[in-house]
């Protein structure tokens, strides 16, 4: 091997290092340009082979979409820029608010509150066990003998008994008395009638001793049981509480968080545990046969695109994201816009655009017919359809809108990017290949230069080839 003028090397490159290579004898024996042209013939085969090898061999956190697309045995596919679904967009103004504010959810009262305002009747139903105590206006009747002196009263208590299948129970001389779908007073009235013509000026008592039909039934995350109804007019809040209570019982949840359902004679409607408190005309009272379902449902939404994060699970980079994609609990009884963007860290201030943050929620179509949205393209019988808000924040006064636009439950909100980001993309890609060229071309004229048999001096960023 030959040596290295170290001081050579010493003197004109003071901060490199000199390499020198044995060459093998075929390599020596052919001229300079002969053995640059054959480094470079041998090595770019291995450089395709490498560049080939690197699509399958670098990481990756599963299939590319490509090898999808060929594996599926049958597929149906959306053609490419194509809408799947059909949505309406609405810019955020005094009218669009004006139609929200107005908006509530379901209400008891309406639904069912319009025809049973009053306390309900308590009646006889079919397994309920009544006692039937039958009076005379003397002794010697039907049912008190003429020689019971010693009674402390002319009457006789009959065993109790169940209301049959038929609905209907047994009095000795009256026969057969229906009792079921009646009141107490009502079935009285019907046994003085049947023995008036047999007994002394009967008077009947009847006593409901089990009540087995006329009951509500409360289940739920507060709570399950089965609660016999009373004449004094039991209220669902009563109802909940009696069943262990809307975790106000053991404080176990947010009465926000909590919705109330009742089912009623095929009828069903769902409101928020805290309207029963809010508003009294909500709090009905509970009818024989109802189903109260008390659900825990926190309410959240989503968001995504250019937030800043603060408090989410993206990776913080300089204060920002780039990319965020996290649920987000409200955390209390109403959220309004602004809320909801400050629990997502507010727009990141060197990506979003504050003129294009949209909030995405399927609305009804009464809603938007109140708007003046023009709903002839969607099918007559959707009631339901796509709505995104948008919310232009270059406007100072959007801040005061945003005060007004209550977020719903599992809303979507998505913050664009600013059309300056996207240009800094492309200029990023443009400049990684352009890089990553100039490596290449560098390192190979390198590879042909320790080819030939030049000494290579090299540092941590620069290669320097000495003669």
């Known amino acids: 091997m ?33 053995r640059r042209s054959l480094s470079i013939r041998s090595c770019a ?13 670098m990481p990756i956190n599963g299939p590319e979409y490509r090898d999808i697309d060929r594996g599926a045995t049958s597929s149906i596919a959306n053609p490419r ?23 509530s959810s379901d209400s008891f009262y309406r639904t069912f509150g319009a025809r049973r305002r009053g306390i309900p009747i308590v009646k006889v139903g079919i397994g309920d066990v009544v006692q039937t105590s039958i009076f005379e206006s003397s002794s010697g009747g039907l049912f008190v ?29 009256a026969g057969a008395v229906q009792a079921s779908g009646r009141t107490a007073a009502e079935i009285q009235r019907d046994i003085e009638v049947k023995l008036a013509k047999r007994a002394i000026e009967p008077q009947v008592i009847v006593n409901v001793l089990e009540q087995n039909s006329d009951s509500a039934t409360i289940i739920g995350d507060t709570g399950s049981s089965k609660i016999k109804i009373t004449g004094a007019g039991d209220r669902i809040l009563d ?12 404080g176990k949840f947010a009465g ?20 029963l408190i809010n508003d009294p005309q909500e709090n009905l009272y509970v009818a024989a046969g109802d189903v109260v379902y008390v659900k825990r449902q926190p309410k959240s939404f989503v968001a995504f695109g250019a937030l800043a994060s603060i408090g989410g699970e993206g990776t913080v980079e300089n204060g920002q994201t780039a990319a965020v994609s996290t649920q987000f609990p409200f955390g209390q009884e109403h959220l309004n816009l602004n809320e909801a963007l400050g629990r997502a860290g507010g727009l990141a201030d060197g990506r979003a655009n504050p003129g294009q943050v949209f909030i995405f929620r399927p609305e009804r179509r009464e809603t938007l017919d109140r708007m003046g949205v023009n709903l002839k393209p ?13 919310a232009n924040f270059r406007d100072p006064s959007s801040f005061f809108f945003a005060q007004r636009f209550m977020m719903h439950d599992k809303d979507v909100i998505y913050a664009s990017n600013s059309d300056a980001t996207e240009v800094l993309k492309v200029l990023g890609y443009v400049n990684a290949w352009m890089s990553t060229a100039s490596n290449a071309f560098v390192q190979g004229r390198t590879i042909g230069d320790i080819a030939g048999g030049a000494h290579v001096l090299t540092n941590a960023s620069t290669v320097v080839v000495s003669p």
Do not use: W
């Open 2 to 34: 030959g040596e290295v003028d170290f001081e050579r090397a010493d003197r004109g490159f003071p901060n490199y290092q000199a390499v020198s290579f044995r060459q093998p004898r075929l390599i020596r024996a052919l001229t300079r340009g002969q």
């Open 45 to 57: 085969p291995m450089l395709v082979a490498l560049a080939l090898a690197g699509c399958s061999h």
């Open 256 to 275: 926000y968080e909590l919705l109330v359902t009742l089912q009623r004679r095929g009828r069903i409607a769902t409101v928020p545990f805290t309207t």
């Open 239 to 250: 109802m909940i509480s009696k069943a262990g209570g809307a975790g106000a019982g053991g």
């Open 378 to 390: 969607f099918a007559p019988d959707q009631r339901i359809i796509p709505t995104v808000y948008r």
């Open 81 to 103: 820029g194509s809408i799947v679904y059909d949505y309406v967009l609405l810019d955020v103004n005094p009218v669009v608010l004006g139609v929200l504010d107005t908006i």
């Open 145 to 173: 003998p003429g020689e019971a002196t010693s009674r402390g009263g002319n009457y006789v208590t009959l065993p109790a008994q169940s209301v049959s299948s038929s609905g209907m129970i047994s009095i000795p001389y």
